[in-house]
């Protein structure tokens, strides 16, 4: 097994990595939007690289995991379209009909409805579908929208956990480790669903005096009008061949990034009067942008072998309690995710977990133990994940708009009911990890 020194390159490509890091998470603090540190961080690493030889723009370029860029990218365009259809507004309308008025089960119906959503879609479009409708929905209700906002943020990062496309460091994890959707989802899909009813059952203890309100019955099903049903039908016909497209596509020897080109493809010429301009203009190229820097950040770390040499300094731990080292790479994931966002800590994790694996030692339920920590930690704060950060600003905006500060989710609320529903879902997790640890642990 290869031991590495630590030396100048090794030095310098840390010292650039942590720099970013922390300009990345304090963005808050310094108000510079986490991509241009993420960009400079990237710029410099080439560079740096350049001069003492262990980096290239050449070596930055094949850094570049293109299998999620391009994913994120036709997923996106995907949702652009189907926005506008009105269909998801019917969904949404239709789940407040079926509550007839029933607080809890409007939870659990518009919760389920969004976790299931975002085995789809990320999380991120999720919300920012839901968000605005929930808040519509419980005005009319006369009701606090706070527990149906946090339920959809910590619904949709629950949800998402459970495949391959659901959340953006699922893709990372999936595409350095050759994970396939169908083997991502047969391990996550069962924590995910214990996951969820872990988190349900917390928030109706969590909620209680909220959910034991009576409020005003409304005809949610007139309102339940779909813009463009042409459009809607055929996206949904064609996100059906996507989930089969998904399920099998390793035996076509396709990435994942090729169904949903495919899927793109199939509704820009089935779907009629599609505006391109305006599908395309709705892409995040400032998220894609922030992935693409990453990666060039962390190439530039791999190639001096800096992430290898962590990963040998903590070997003998994982080799000689691999279960330890699995929960206890879970809880730590979970609490850096809670605190930053989890897709810089994903890309930081990655190589050194595959270092690890490079020495010979089963890493496999480390992969599964990172993926359910990051997932499931962004539910502990406010800031955990994308999700919640646009959660937490629509409420604060209804707030400032209703003059009333009880409609605002603050740090506060969040650490009174976000928190213990992701801490439930890490000690089920937990329970699942360590009786069915040898499925885990199986190589795929």
Same mark, same amino acid.
């Given at each position: 097994?290869?031991?590495?020194?630590?030396?100048?390159?090794?030095?310098?490509?840390?010292?650039?990595?942590?720099?970013?890091?922390?300009?990345?998470?304090?963005?808050? %603090?310094?108000?510079?939007?986490?991509?241009?540190?993420?960009? *400079?961080?990237?710029?410099?690493?080439?560079?740096?690289?350049?001069?003492?030889?262990?980096?290239?723009?050449?070596?930055?370029?094949?850094? @570049?995991? !293109?299998?999620?860029?391009?994913?994120?990218?036709?997923?996106?365009?995907?949702?652009? @379209?189907?926005?506008?259809?009105?269909?998801?507004?019917?969904?949404?309308?239709?789940?407040?009909?079926?509550?007839?008025?029933? *607080?809890?089960? %409007?939870?659990?119906?518009?919760?389920?409805?969004?976790?299931?959503?975002?085995?789809?879609?990320?999380?991120?479009?999720?919300?920012?579908?839901?968000?605005?409708?929930?808040?519509?929905?419980?005005?009319?209700?006369?009701?606090?929208?706070?527990?149906?906002?946090?339920?959809?943020?910590?619904?949709?990062?629950?949800?998402?956990?459970?495949? %391959?496309?659901?959340?953006?460091?699922?893709?990372?994890?999936?595409?350095?480790?050759?994970?396939?959707?169908?083997?991502?989802?047969?391990?996550?899909?069962?924590?995910?669903?214990?996951?969820?009813?872990?988190?349900? *059952?917390?928030?109706?203890?969590?909620?209680?005096?909220?959910?034991?309100?009576?409020?005003?019955?409304?005809?949610?099903?007139?309102?339940?009008?779909?813009?463009?049903?042409?459009?809607?039908?055929?996206?949904?016909?064609?996100?059906?061949?996507?989930?089969?497209?998904?399920?099998?596509?390793?035996?076509?020897?396709?990435?994942?990034?090729?169904?949903?080109?495919?899927?793109?493809?199939?509704?820009?010429?089935?779907?009629?009067?599609?505006?391109?301009?305006?599908?395309?203009?709705?892409?995040?190229?400032?998220?894609?942008?922030?992935?693409?820097?990453?990666?060039?950040?962390?190439?530039?770390?791999?190639?001096?072998?800096?992430?290898?040499?962590?990963?040998?300094?903590?070997?003998?731990?994982?080799?000689?309690?691999?279960?330890?080292?699995?929960?206890?790479?879970? !809880?730590?994931?979970?609490?850096?995710?809670?605190?930053?966002?989890? $897709?810089?800590?994903?890309?930081?994790?990655?190589? $050194?977990?595959?270092?690890?694996?490079?020495?010979?030692?089963?890493?496999?339920?480390? !992969?599964?133990?990172?993926?359910?920590?990051?997932?499931?930690?962004?539910?502990?704060?406010?800031?955990?994940?994308?999700?919640?950060?646009?959660?937490?600003?629509?409420?604060?905006?209804?707030?400032?708009?209703?003059?009333?500060?009880?409609?605002?989710?603050?740090?506060?609320?969040?650490?009174?009911?976000?928190?213990?529903?992701? $801490?439930?879902? *890490? $000690?089920?997790?937990?329970?699942?990890?360590?009786?069915?640890?040898?499925?885990?642990?199986?190589?795929?």
């Amino acid at each position: 097994m290869e031991h590495y020194t630590l030396d100048i390159p090794m030095l310098l490509s840390a010292i650039i990595m942590g720099v970013t890091f922390i300009g990345i998470f304090t963005e808050g %603090l310094h108000g510079f939007h986490r991509t241009k540190f993420a960009m *400079l961080g990237a710029i410099v690493m080439i560079i740096v690289g350049q001069i003492y030889g262990f980096y290239s723009p050449e070596k930055a370029i094949e850094a @570049i995991d !293109w299998n999620v860029v391009f994913l994120l990218g036709a997923m996106m365009t995907i949702v652009s @379209i189907m926005i506008p259809t009105g269909g998801f507004e019917a969904v949404a309308y239709k789940i407040a009909y079926l509550s007839k008025g029933r *607080l809890y089960i %409007l939870m659990i119906l518009m919760g389920t409805a969004v976790a299931v959503i975002s085995l789809m879609l990320d999380n991120v479009t999720t919300v920012v579908i839901f968000g605005p409708i929930i808040i519509l929905i419980a005005n009319a209700l006369k009701v606090n929208p706070i527990p149906y906002l946090l339920t959809a943020a910590l619904l949709s990062d629950t949800g998402g956990v459970a495949t %391959l496309v659901g959340d953006p460091p699922n893709l990372m994890i999936g595409s350095a480790k050759g994970i396939d959707f169908n083997t991502f989802f047969i391990h996550m899909g069962g924590v995910v669903f214990i996951a969820y009813i872990a988190t349900v *059952l917390s928030l109706k203890f969590l909620f209680k005096k909220e959910l034991s309100k009576k409020p005003k019955n409304i005809d949610f099903n007139s309102k339940s009008h779909i813009k463009d049903m042409t459009t809607w039908k055929i996206s949904l016909g064609v996100l059906g061949l996507m989930v089969i497209l998904f399920i099998v596509h390793h035996l076509f020897k396709w990435d994942a990034w090729m169904v949903a080109t495919i899927g793109l493809t199939l509704i820009l010429f089935l779907a009629p009067n599609i505006d391109m301009d305006g599908a395309f203009g709705t892409i995040e190229i400032t998220l894609l942008a922030f992935f693409i820097s990453l990666f060039v950040i962390i190439g530039g770390v791999e190639q001096t072998h800096f992430l290898e040499y962590i990963g040998s300094s903590i070997e003998p731990f994982v080799k000689s309690n691999l279960m330890g080292a699995t929960i206890l790479l879970m !809880w730590v994931s979970a609490i850096f995710s809670a605190m930053i966002d989890n $897709i810089p800590f994903t890309a930081a994790m990655i190589p $050194i977990i595959a270092g690890i694996e490079a020495q010979g030692i089963p890493a496999m339920p480390l !992969w599964w133990a990172l993926a359910i920590g990051v997932g499931m930690g962004g539910n502990g704060t406010h800031l955990g994940s994308t999700a919640n950060v646009f959660i937490v600003t629509l409420s604060e905006r209804l707030a400032k708009k209703e003059n009333d500060p009880s409609l605002a989710i603050t740090p506060y609320v969040w650490f009174k009911k976000g928190t213990p529903a992701m $801490i439930a879902t *890490l $000690i089920t997790s937990t329970i699942i990890f360590l009786i069915f640890f040898d499925f885990f642990a199986e190589p795929i």
